[in-house]
C-alpha cells in the first residue's frame, strides 16, 4: 500500500515537472500579457492601484489548467487554454459579464462599427474626435484632468509594437491623448490589442485563442492603428 502511494506521489511529481516544462515557453508573455493589461486598467480608473498581482492570477490558472492537462493534446492548444484563462480571469477581475450566447465573433463585428469613430480639424490643424467638441474638459481650452497618463512602459509597448510616431511620448498633451485613445477602444477590442502588445502574440495567434477569424483580428489592429494616428 505504502508502496503504491509513492508510485503516485512520484507520478505526480513528474507530471508538474512535464507541466511547468510546457509553461516554460509561454510563462512570460502570458505574465506581461496580465500584469500589462492590469496595469492599464488601473491607469484608466478601473481597477485599485497594485491590489491585483500578475503572479496571484497566473497561479489560479495554473491550478485550473492543471486539472485538465492530461487532455491538452498539443502546444498549440495548450497556448490557447493558457491565454483564454487569462483573459477570462481579468474579464471577471474587471466584471465584464458577457452572456454565454454571445461569441467574440459577434462582439468583435459589433466593436469594429465602434472603432469607426468621426474626426474632424480643430483650428490649429489638429484631428480630434467629433465628440469631444462636446466635452467640457475640450471646450474648456483644451483642458484636462491633472496626471492622466498610461503607465509609461506600456505607452512604449503601445508606440514600438503598433509603430506609432515616438512624438507621441515627447509633451503631457500628447500622452494624455494617447491615454483617452486608448481608454476609448470598446474592451473586446482592446483584449485583442494587449494580447499583441503586452502578450507578444501574432494576429494568427490571437485569432485562435478568441476563436475569431483572423480577418477579424486584422480589421480591428488596422483599425485602432488608425486612431493612434491622432497622436
Same mark, same amino acid.
Given at each position: 500500500?505504502?508502496?503504491?502511494?509513492?508510485?503516485?506521489?512520484?507520478?505526480?511529481?513528474?507530471?508538474?515537472? $512535464?507541466?511547468? $516544462? %510546457?509553461?516554460?515557453? !509561454?510563462?512570460?508573455?502570458?505574465?506581461?500579457?496580465?500584469?500589462?493589461?492590469?496595469? #492599464?486598467?488601473?491607469? $484608466?480608473?478601473?481597477?485599485?492601484?497594485?491590489?491585483?498581482?500578475?503572479?496571484? @492570477?497566473?497561479?489560479?490558472?495554473?491550478?485550473? @489548467?492543471?486539472?485538465?492537462?492530461?487532455?491538452?493534446?498539443?502546444?498549440?492548444?495548450?497556448?490557447?487554454?493558457?491565454?483564454? #484563462?487569462?483573459?477570462?480571469?481579468?474579464?471577471?477581475? %474587471?466584471?465584464?459579464? +458577457?452572456? /454565454? /450566447?454571445?461569441?467574440?465573433?459577434?462582439? =468583435?463585428?459589433?466593436?469594429?462599427? #465602434?472603432?469607426?469613430?468621426?474626426?474632424?480639424?480643430?483650428?490649429?490643424?489638429?484631428?480630434?474626435?467629433?465628440?469631444?467638441?462636446?466635452? @467640457?474638459?475640450? &471646450?474648456?481650452?483644451?483642458?484636462?484632468?491633472?496626471?492622466?497618463?498610461?503607465?509609461?512602459?506600456?505607452? *512604449?509597448?503601445? +508606440?514600438?509594437?503598433?509603430?506609432?510616431?515616438?512624438?507621441? =511620448?515627447?509633451? /503631457?498633451? %500628447?500622452? %494624455?491623448?494617447?491615454?483617452?485613445?486608448?481608454?476609448?477602444?470598446?474592451?473586446?477590442?482592446?483584449?485583442? +490589442?494587449?494580447? =499583441? &502588445?503586452?502578450?507578444?502574440?501574432? =494576429?494568427?495567434?490571437? #485569432?485562435?485563442?478568441?476563436?475569431?477569424?483572423?480577418? !477579424?483580428?486584422?480589421?480591428?489592429?488596422?483599425?485602432?492603428?488608425?486612431?493612434? *494616428?491622432? &497622436?
Amino acid at each position: 500500500m505504502a508502496k503504491t502511494k509513492d508510485l503516485n506521489t512520484e507520478k505526480l511529481e513528474y507530471d508538474f515537472q $512535464q507541466f511547468y $516544462q %510546457k509553461l516554460e515557453d !509561454f510563462n512570460y508573455d502570458l505574465k506581461e500579457f496580465i500584469h500589462g493589461s492590469l496595469k #492599464a486598467s488601473e491607469n $484608466q480608473g478601473l481597477l485599485d492601484k497594485g491590489y491585483y498581482k500578475a503572479d496571484e @492570477i497566473l497561479d489560479e490558472i495554473y491550478i485550473e @489548467i492543471y486539472e485538465n492537462y492530461s487532455l491538452i493534446s498539443d502546444i498549440s492548444e495548450f497556448q490557447r487554454l493558457l491565454f483564454r #484563462a487569462g483573459i477570462n480571469k481579468l474579464e471577471t477581475i %474587471k466584471s465584464q459579464e +458577457v452572456p /454565454d /450566447d454571445i461569441t467574440y465573433h459577434s462582439l =468583435l463585428k459589433a466593436e469594429l462599427k #465602434a472603432l469607426n469613430e468621426k474626426f474632424t480639424t480643430a483650428g490649429d490643424g489638429d484631428r480630434i474626435m467629433l465628440e469631444e467638441l462636446d466635452d @467640457i474638459s475640450y &471646450v474648456q481650452n483644451r483642458g484636462w484632468l491633472e496626471n492622466i497618463y498610461l503607465y509609461e512602459p506600456l505607452e *512604449r509597448q503601445l +508606440v514600438s509594437t503598433l509603430c506609432l510616431d515616438e512624438a507621441a =511620448l515627447l509633451s /503631457d498633451e %500628447k500622452r %494624455k491623448l494617447l491615454w483617452v485613445l486608448y481608454s476609448t477602444i470598446p474592451e473586446k477590442s482592446k483584449t485583442v +490589442v494587449e494580447l =499583441l &502588445v503586452f502578450g507578444k502574440q501574432n =494576429l494568427k495567434t490571437i #485569432a485562435e485563442i478568441l476563436d475569431v477569424p483572423q480577418d !477579424f483580428v486584422d480589421k480591428i489592429i488596422f483599425k485602432v492603428k488608425e486612431r493612434f *494616428r491622432l &497622436v
